[in-house]
């Protein structure tokens, strides 16, 4: 209270939109809770209305308990102890490895450590954030209970509790590391690299509430740009009952009745909770996906004020919840749901409700308008983990639009007085009606010795479509990439994925891969998959698929530019429908040609763009185009445009090799020729070749050498491809007498499909009608990236002299030689960027196995399927981020996608843990009618009850000492809530 007597900072915040701050956006999460060992099991049973609380044999205990057999008046110790807590699967379990951990290193860790570290890493992934790539600096604020792994499993053992005493502070600090409080955030900071604040918060039961409002000011306050936040409670060993005692905070029966009349106490379980968050502006320009907002938060202390320590106070409660309305700037008449703290014990739930009411009253008098729940009721008491918990269970209900029932509820508690009150027990569930305003929740958690703290929580604004965009592609297709430490964890999270779209039938393809190649980590094993519609991508990713791994850290680009011969009708169809990138690419070359040549343009166009059943046929359009004069023009016109969409997407090269007409489009992109030179050029050198007299050509499988020891005059080497392909030029009847030769010889050969012999003699007269072509032209200097292949000796300067291009006209295409070259050292990726895929053939057998150098192409070959270049382009994309290329996802898509939520990493957990070796000190003892202190109340004499007995009417426990403190706490409620009626 401030000095005036109120609540906060005096009269509520004003609710005005414009001066309320923007908010932090809850864009991932994960969580293991009782019953369900993840986030969609734990919102399964929460709207199912279950309960993850176990209830177990005194048979299973795993400490010893004297007094449970023949003990007692009336069995009394039996019928008191309750074998019930909820409890978390795994906890022995953890991916060591994963998190470069060895073996004793993992065992003498507080599995509270460790479990926590795989969350932190699951809720980045849901988030859609590689803590590796995000430019920010991402916070840590985390809380845990104690460590009750070295007390009870590794203090077992006297010699190993002596050599820890003895090293705190000056050993090797292995087990202090492993299972101090400490260490929690900061592990998880070191192990992810996160460079924001990382902070251990402890508040007792309000720990992860208070980290999640101490990640929103240091969003806000741009300490850190993103965070994570949340906490986690195991307590070993789990299968641990309790004694009951009436007045107590501990539930009769092991069921957790919050606000319920037969409310009794509570009961403790395992589980934990993590949040990602971020500031709102950065999810909405990020794209995220957004499960709420938080506009307000607070968290304050009790104080002295109250009846004893571990008491709750009407006041502090009430305060809390009054800053977190004023700092949201909102008016609590638009909160539609509140997550209760709603531990179900006789003096917290009145107390709770009380306190809510308070803070409300300052806002409206209206009743029974907003809905009350507590997940306790599901999952049992969290403890450090509950106010994370609560917010998950919250921000689902605003993501769903739903208000999930509350469990244990048949009538109210008769010490709260909901119908004076803004509250109502939600019991049934149900949709969660739209309002004038959008819909909000308050989150409530409360910590023994009093510091408390509240969030208040709205839906996320509504989703905007991706825009459309120039560069994005525009098919259905998209590629998944994924990757994982090994083959196995690779296998497992296809099938994870598969299995994911099989049951998310709304889910955006599109969105789905944006996410896996902006949002997680790429690990060394890969794979990809591009799939041109949901069923496609299923089965093949529940097929066998090629497993790779990156050649180097960062390997540099080759680009491959093959030569004539590569062409083919509708070549460039499917990359001008699908990828406007392209098409703008492809348009500004033949509008460059069309500057030297409009009807070549057009012909070249209508020939690139042929499809099926439309115009000429197949037969005639491929005899056309396969005209040098057309031939020539079209490859260049693809390759660049082909070459410019990679350079968009991050997939630039260090070196580029032309295969004969291919080299124009190498020197276009590195600066020698501009565009409308290349294009006026090729176009003016396939004229000049195709009115060359006819000739004919042939590929010899031999090496060059034995090539040339056995070749007649009349003919050239036109080309040396690789060392078991050698090409020959010349007159049509000394071709085909070569070709008995090598018959005759058992020397494989085959004829091309050429009109001309290239590269020999018989283009003469083209070279110098071409020399004089381009002899009036000033070129540039090449950069240093084409490896040449009519210079043997590698020099490429020579391509600033027009001579150089006359004289490539006749020289043999030494491209075995500029392969070798390019590849020498290896760590390079090989890339054909034209149609076809015989250049990455012929790389590959040059380099070898051992080269250490990739290969991918981009297109389909005309045999497979010449129009089904769109998806051969993905599929090329995904070969080479496969080998380790860097690709500019943001560019590829032509923007940011929405990130969806995912299947996480499949960790392969391993068993680590320490059994407690036999105790020497005697097993507990019940010893009946001692009292106990719990939650500020010594509680009266416990009441016979027999086995199988119902548990008692919460009215029973309201006696002597505990019936005087509420009726104290609910006077000074009273009075409070007649000031602030007489204030207003």
């Known amino acids: 209270m401030t000095a005036d007597g109120s609540f906060g900072a005096g009269e509520p915040a004003s609710p005005d939109a414009d001066a309320a701050r923007p908010g932090v956006a809850i864009v991932g999460m994960a969580g293991r809770f009782p019953g369900a060992d993840d986030v969609d099991a734990f919102w399964s049973m929460i709207r199912e209305g279950r309960t993850g609380v176990s209830h177990f044999s005194p048979d299973d205990v795993e400490i010893p308990i004297d007094g449970l057999g023949a003990q007692g008046e009336d069995g009394e110790a039996a019928a008191k102890y309750v074998c019930a807590k909820g409890l978390m699967n795994d906890v022995d379990m953890f991916d060591a490895r994963f998190f470069g951990y060895l073996p004793r290193e993992a065992e003498v860790m507080d599995p509270q450590h460790r479990v926590f570290l795989e969350m932190c890493w699951q809720a980045l992934e849901n988030a859609g954030c590689d803590p590796a790539r995000y430019a920010g600096a991402v916070g840590v604020f985390a809380g845990c209970y104690m460590d009750t792994y070295v007390l009870w499993n590794l203090c077992s053992d006297e010699a190993f509790r002596a050599r820890l005493v003895e090293s705190i502070q000056v050993g090797t600090l292995q087990t202090e590391l492993g299972n101090d409080k400490d260490y929690l955030a900061t592990r998880v900071a070191f192990k992810l690299g996160l460079r924001g604040p990382a902070m251990t918060i402890q508040t007792a039961c309000s720990t992860s509430l208070v980290a999640i409002a101490q990640a929103c000011q240091s969003l806000e306050s741009y300490a850190c740009d993103m965070a994570l936040?949340?906490?986690?409670?195991?307590?070993?060993?789990?299968?641990?009952?309790?004694?009951?005692?009436?007045?107590?905070?501990?539930?009769?029966?092991?069921?957790?009745?919050?606000?319920?009349?037969?409310?009794?106490?509570?009961?403790?379980?395992?589980?934990?909770?993590?949040?990602?968050?971020?500031?709102?502006?950065?999810?909405?320009?990020?794209?995220?996906?957004?499960?709420?907002?938080?506009?307000?938060?607070?968290?304050?202390?009790?104080?002295?004020?109250?009846?004893?320590?571990?008491?709750?106070?009407?006041?502090?409660?009430?305060?809390?919840?009054?800053?977190?309305?004023?700092?949201?700037?909102?008016?609590?008449?638009?909160?539609?749901?509140?997550?209760?703290?709603?531990?179900?014990?006789?003096?917290?739930?009145?107390?709770?409700?009380?306190?809510?009411?308070?803070?409300?009253?300052?806002?409206?008098?209206?009743?029974?308008?907003?809905?009350?729940?507590?997940?306790?009721?599901?999952?049992?008491?969290?403890?450090?983990?509950s106010g994370a918990i609560g917010l998950i269970k919250t921000s689902l209900c605003l993501d769903e639009k739903v208000l999930p029932p509350q469990i244990n509820f048949d009538r109210p508690n008769p010490k709260i007085d909901f119908d004076a009150s803004p509250f109502y027990v939600n019991a049934d569930g149900g949709a969660w009606p739209e309002g004038d305003a959008p819909r909000r929740a308050g989150v409530s958690s409360f910590g023994v010795g009093g510091t408390n703290a509240h969030v208040v929580v709205e839906e996320a604004p509504p989703v905007e479509e991706t825009p459309a965009d120039g560069r994005r592609f525009a098919g259905d297709g998209a590629l998944f990439v994924l990757s994982a430490r090994n083959d196995d964890a690779l296998a497992a999270a296809k099938a994870r994925f598969a299995d994911h779209l099989e049951t998310n039938e709304n889910l955006s393809l599109a969105d789905a891969a944006w996410t896996l190649q902006a949002g997680r980590r790429e690990f060394e094993r890969r794979t990809s998959v591009f799939a041109a519609d949901r069923r496609c991508a299923i089965d093949a990713l529940r097929a066998p698929a090629s497993v790779s791994t990156p050649i180097n850290a960062a390997p540099e680009l080759v680009f491959v530019f093959p030569g004539q011969g590569a062409q083919h009708p509708g070549m460039a169809k499917g990359l001008y429908d699908a990828w406007p990138l392209f098409r703008e690419r492809f348009d500004a070359g033949l509008a460059a040609l069309a500057e030297a040549d409009a009807t070549l343009a057009d012909d070249v166009r209508a020939l690139c763009l042929w499809s099926e059943g439309v115009g000429e046929t197949w037969e005639a359009a491929g005899a056309r185009i396969a005209d040098t004069s057309r031939a020539q023009p079209a490859i260049a016109a693809f390759q660049i445009a082909l070459a410019r969409s990679l350079e968009s997407w991050g997939l630039a090269p260090a070196a580029m090799i032309g295969h004969s007409i291919g080299e124009f489009a190498a020197a276009h992109l590195d600066g020698v020729l501009d565009l409308n030179d290349a294009m006026r050029f090729v176009a003016a050198r396939g004229k000049a070749m195709a009115a060359m007299p006819p000739g004919a050509m042939l590929a010899v499988r031999a090496n060059l050498a034995a090539v040339e020891a056995m070749l007649p005059q009349a003919l050239a080497i036109a080309a040396a491809n690789c060392p078991t392909i050698t090409i020959v030029s010349g007159p049509t009847p000394a071709i085909d007498a070569f070709h008995a030769v090598c018959a005759a010889q058992d020397v494989g050969v085959s004829r091309l499909h050429t009109s001309h012999a290239f590269h020999s003699q018989m283009m003469a007269p083209a070279a110098a009608q071409f020399g004089q072509e381009i002899s009036a032209t000033n070129l540039s200097a090449p950069t240093g990236k084409i490896v040449s292949t009519v210079r043997p000796d590698g020099d490429a300067d020579a391509m600033a002299a027009p001579a150089y291009w006359s004289e490539q006209i006749l020289r043999p295409v030494a491209f075995a030689d500029a392969i070798a070259r390019a590849g020498q050292g290896g760590g390079r990726i090989f890339v054909e960027i034209g149609p076809g895929q015989a250049l990455t053939a012929m790389a590959r057998q040059t380099l070898g196995a051992q080269s250490g150098c990739g290969f991918a192409s981009l297109s389909p070959t005309p045999v497979q399927d010449p129009l089904a270049a769109a998806p051969a382009l993905g599929s090329g994309v995904g070969a080479l981020w496969s080998l380790g290329a860097m690709v500019d996802w943001e560019g590829f898509n032509g923007g940011r996608r929405r990130k969806v939520a995912m299947p996480t990493y499949p960790f392969e957990r391993k068993r680590f843990w320490v059994e407690p070796t036999a105790r020497a000190a005697p097993a507990l003892v019940y010893e009946a009618g001692k009292d106990a202190e719990e939650d500020g109340v010594v509680a009266p004499a416990p009441i016979e009850a027999s086995p199988g007995a119902p548990p008692p009417a919460a009215s029973a426990a309201f006696s002597g000492d505990v019936e005087a403190l509420v009726r104290k706490q609910l006077e000074v409620v009273s009075a409070q809530i007649d000031y602030l009626r007489r204030r207003s």
């Open 229 to 385: 936040a949340g906490g986690i409670t195991i307590v070993l060993p789990q299968k641990k009952g309790y004694f009951y005692k009436e007045g107590g905070m501990l539930s009769p029966d092991g069921t957790c009745r919050t606000f319920d009349a037969n409310a009794a106490g509570t009961v403790f379980s395992n589980g934990a909770a993590v949040l990602a968050l971020k500031r709102i502006e950065d999810a909405i320009a990020d794209r995220d996906r957004i499960y709420a907002v938080i506009r307000g938060y607070a968290t304050n202390n009790d104080g002295g004020d109250k009846v004893s320590y571990t008491a709750p106070s009407v006041e502090g409660q009430a305060e809390v919840i009054g800053l977190a309305l004023d700092s949201a700037g909102i008016d609590a008449r638009t909160i539609g749901y509140v997550e209760a703290h709603g531990t179900a014990t006789p003096l917290g739930d009145p107390i709770e409700v009380a306190g809510l009411t308070a803070a409300y009253r300052r806002h409206t008098k209206d009743n029974g308008y907003c809905a009350i729940g507590s997940v306790k009721a599901n999952l049992g008491h969290l403890d450090v983990a």
